[in-house]
C-alpha cells in the first residue's frame, strides 16, 4: 500500500514522536496520526479528490493495475500492482507532480493567497509482500 500525504499533514513533533515508537507499532500510530486531520485537509474539497482520483484512474491498466484507493481529508491511500518495466518512485512522481500542480491552480483560483505544499515531500511506502489470494477490497 502507498500512502502519501499533503505536506501539513503530520506535524513535526508528531513525526519525531513516531520514529521513538517501535517498529512494530509504528505503521497502527502513523495510520492514527495522519486520521487526527492534521493540517489543511485541501483533499476534502471534492474538486480536490477528485483530480486524486482520475490521476489514479489515468494511469490504470498501463502502468499498473489499480486495486483500490481511499482518499481522506489530509492524505491518500492506494495499492497498484506495478506492470514490468515501471518503478515505483516514477508512478509515485507522477501522481504527485501532476496533482501538486492542479491542486495549486484550483486553490489559486479560489483563494488566491493559498499555497499548496511541495509535491516531493511526505510520501510513505509500506510493500506489502505479493499474496497468492486477491484481496478482499472494494474500489
Known sequence: MITYRL???LPREVITSLREIPEKKQRL???NALDAGYGRCWLERPEIARLIVDNFRHFDSQRYELI????MPNHTHVLIRIFDGMTLSSIVHGWKSYTAKKIASVLRASRPRSRFGNPNTGTDIFVMSPSPHPPNIAR
Open 68 to 71: 483500490a484507493y481511499v482518499v
Open 29 to 31: 500510530e502513523f495510520e
Open 7 to 9: 505536506n501539513d499533514a
